[in-house]
């Protein structure tokens, strides 16, 4: 089973900007691409982000323009860089590959 453990949450004013990072045991994600959910409590869980094992990237229309998703190889790593953040981007935010999840970090958008 893969492992995958999310980092670089935070709280942040609106209008700020963090990058998460999601790291796995093995190299799934040149195999099989990652995605970045986001959980608020009451709700289903949103897909945010994805990348494809070619690169192809999409976005949910929310985070368009504002956040990019990104993948280094070498270090079996995915980022989500969040940029203009709001406060409805207030979430648990998670990083899926092949039917494995993360523990889950969370952002805290205030003022």
């Known amino acids: 089973q893969v492992r995958l453990v999310e980092s670089g949450g935070g709280s942040v004013q609106p209008g700020g900007s963090l990058r998460l990072s999601c790291v796995a045991s093995?190299?799934?994600?040149?195999?099989?691409?990652a995605n970045w959910y986001r959980q608020v409590p009451g709700k289903e869980r949103e897909l945010v982000a994805s990348?494809?094992?070619?690169?192809?990237?999409n976005y949910a229309d929310s985070v368009q323009g504002r956040f990019s998703i990104s993948r280094d190889n070498a270090r079996n790593t995915v980022y989500l860089q969040m940029n203009s953040l709001k406060p409805e981007d207030t979430a648990v935010y998670y990083c899926?590959?092949?039917?494995?999840w993360g523990q889950g970090t969370q952002v805290t958008v205030s003022s």
């Open positions: 899926w590959s092949d039917n494995n």
């Open positions: 093995t190299s799934i994600f040149s195999i099989v691409g």
């Open positions: 990348i494809t094992r070619f690169g192809t990237r």
